[in-house]
């Protein structure tokens, strides 16, 4: 508690103050640049200035970080005004009766109520598959949670949903060999895009070529491994956990994003699609619902394809990427012009973020 609180404004500051290898790894994947705002606000408006953000000065001189990751070239704007607001979440006060009032939905009844893939329904413990009414591949189904409430998931159910996304795939990838590219995804409420209140995930197995930006992914992490010799992933990691922004959970590799795509940003990173992530998966959700008061958030999962293709996949790990979406009852969309087509603009602080899973993956 003696340390001053580490904050993304100091972060060109934290990175001069590493070891000298440490830095070195930081600057093959990402640049940092420092800028401050300023301006002369007139008089009339210094009160609603002070009530909102503590003092005029703080607003007069305003310091900007700007983190690029030269490797995947995603970029993050951080003010420090902005990520001095409050990190939680607000909630409205009426979202239980608003998820209750929608009980007996068609997923509160899905053989009724959703049709089913060519290949069947697979049955998990806590879920059941359907096939997407329409779809965004050929093969493109749901898994629709046995709870209603999408914030009410356990361990087990986490567990059983992306179990039964797997099984799904296999049934799929039976049926059409080429079919190989597996993506499983989760919105939950409105905010995240999600159509319906009831809890469901989504998984799609694709053909000839992964989704774009997991190819992306693959191959700019590919070209790191030949361009550098080393792992993409193990230098992520160790840049994010050299900062205290990263959690080693039980072997699964958990970072407060420092380039997050919005809010709050959680990337999982792990060898194997075992239990062991998964666990992990439904901790940090619990740390989003619980710690961070997070309602609305976008779950994706992507992974090597299930069967051999010509390309290179060596080394791809799976890789979990976790988004709050903003408060529920706020109207303005949290993606605007700059975040679909310049760089994301950033409210929530990643060393806050780490803060928090810190303490949520601290204890079992
Ligand atoms: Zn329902």
Known sequence: M????RTISQLKELVQALPTIEQERFARVFKVTTTIGELNPPPSMHDWITRYFGSVEAVQKQRIVNVM???????ALFN???ASRPMETQAPSDLDDIINRNLGDPFCQPLEGTPEDVFGRVKGAHCITASNVAKYD???????????NPLHFTAEGVKDYIDTAVAWARKAHCLDNDASYFFFMWNCLWRSGASILHGHAQMALGRGMHYAKVEHLRRVALLYRVGHGVGYFDDLFAIHDALGLAVDDGGVR?????????EKEVLL????????LKHSVYRVLKCFVETLGVRSFNLALCMRPIDTVPEDWRGFPIVVRVVDRGDLSNRTADFGAMELYGSTVITSD???????LAGCLGDQ
Request: glycine residues 8%.
């Open 269 to 276: 990173v792990s060898g194997r699609l075992d239990d062991a």
């Open 80 to 82: 420090e005004l902005r």
């Open 350 to 356: 990643p060393f806050r973020v780490a803060e928090a």
């Open 254 to 262: 958990i970072m407060a994003h420092l380039t997050p795509i919005k």
């Open 2 to 5: 003696s340390q001053p609180e």
């Open 69 to 75: 990751n030269l490797i995947t070239v995603e970029g």
């Open 138 to 148: 050929g093969f493109h189904g749901l898994i629709i949670f046995n709870e209603h």
